[in-house]
């Protein structure tokens, strides 16, 4: 079968958003406790993967975030040839200061590191930029100029636009994101979905 992917940091809004685009048909998103593991939701013959958000957890912070890693590496390594699109959601607003964080320690940031890594498996990768609605208008393209940089695509992020998404999943501003999955799905001639 077909499956789409959908990995990031947790509280970036990625429930909020599978919520947005699947709303009732399918419960995942949020789940109660820490979980490990990834949620699937069949829609027709596709299957949605909400992996755990790489988290921060009080006390076992960094651990829980390289558990995350690594569970979310080998399940895309054992099922790369299935999974024919990868969503990354990121915080549109506070990514680039994450970034520039990771970097003055001498690390990757887990979300560049994710994306580098999706694409090398070969797995075609939306950003959902999302949280947009924090961002004044005349601020909109200098951030996202800036994300795109951050993520190796070199600026302006027009030029960028069948991979980056900006949207606000809270205010239901999903226009950007739905385009491009319908895009994806129908050169997959799937056209039923979005
Ligand atoms: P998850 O941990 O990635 O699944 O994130 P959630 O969907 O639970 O959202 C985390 C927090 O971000 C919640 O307080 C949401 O209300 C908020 N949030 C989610 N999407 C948006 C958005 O588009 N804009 C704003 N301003 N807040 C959002």
């Known amino acids: 079968s077909f499956e789409i992917i959908f990995v990031g940091r947790s509280n970036v809004g ?6 947005e685009l699947f709303g009732a048909k399918v419960r995942i998103g949020k789940r109660p ?5 990834p949620a ?16 921060f957890m009080s006390g076992v912070k960094d651990r829980k975030q390289d558990i995350v890693k690594d569970k979310t590496v080998h399940y895309i390594e054992d099922n790369a040839k ?21 970097d003055s320690r001498d690390q990757i940031p887990i979300d560049v590191e994710m994306f580098d890594f999706l694409r090398e498996v070969g797995i075609d990768t939306i950003i ?11 601020e909109y393209d200098p951030l996202l100029d800036e994300i795109a940089a951050r993520l190796g695509l070199e600026p302006p992020w027009q030029n960028w636009k069948h991979i980056i998404a ?12 739905k385009g491009l999955l319908r895009d994806r799905l129908h050169e997959m001639k799937r056209d039923d979905l979005f």
């Open 82 to 102: 299935k999974i024919k699109l990868g969503v990354l959601v990121i915080d549109g607003p506070v990514f680039p200061q994450i970034v520039d964080r990771w």
């Open 33 to 37: 406790g820490v979980t490990l593991r």
């Open 40 to 55: 699937h939701a069949q829609v027709s013959d596709m299957l949605i993967t909400d992996m755990p958000g790489f988290g």
């Open 166 to 177: 900006p949207i606000s999943a809270k205010k239901g501003d999903m226009k950007a994101l």
């Open 128 to 138: 959902a930029a999302n949280k947009m609605d924090k961002i004044k208008e005349n």
């Open 14 to 19: 990625k429930s909020s958003l599978l919520r």
